[in-house]
């Protein structure tokens, strides 16, 4: 399965950038399969993942996220084990016999 991490930014992220950091991260993110895409805050659905980020506890920029976890470290995004579906199941009563 394929991550999608969301790097929110509020001045210009990675914006050319050729520094041996921005670069490792870049090649770790690739490594893992996963894809990268910068996202300013002020858009509508920048806007929506930074409350979500506030309920989280992340408070500054840049932050990452795949849309569940948010982190200011890119590695917590790209090794955050998948969150499991949990099915809730209906419980049925039967009616005793016998019994009004």
Known sequence: MSTNIIAVYQD????????????????????????????????????????????KGVVGFPFFTDGVNFSQNYEDILN???????????KTIKAKKGKK
Not at 80 to 90: C, D, F, M, N, S
């Open 12 to 55: 210009c992220f990675l914006c050319g950038s050729t520094s041996a950091k921005d670069q490792k991260m870049l090649a770790e993110i690739a490594k893992k399969g996963a894809e990268f895409r910068k996202l300013s805050f002020a858009t509508s659905e920048g806007q929506e993942l930074c409350a979500k980020a506030i309920e």
């Open 80 to 90: 955050a084990k998948p969150v499991k579906e949990v099915k809730i199941e209906a």
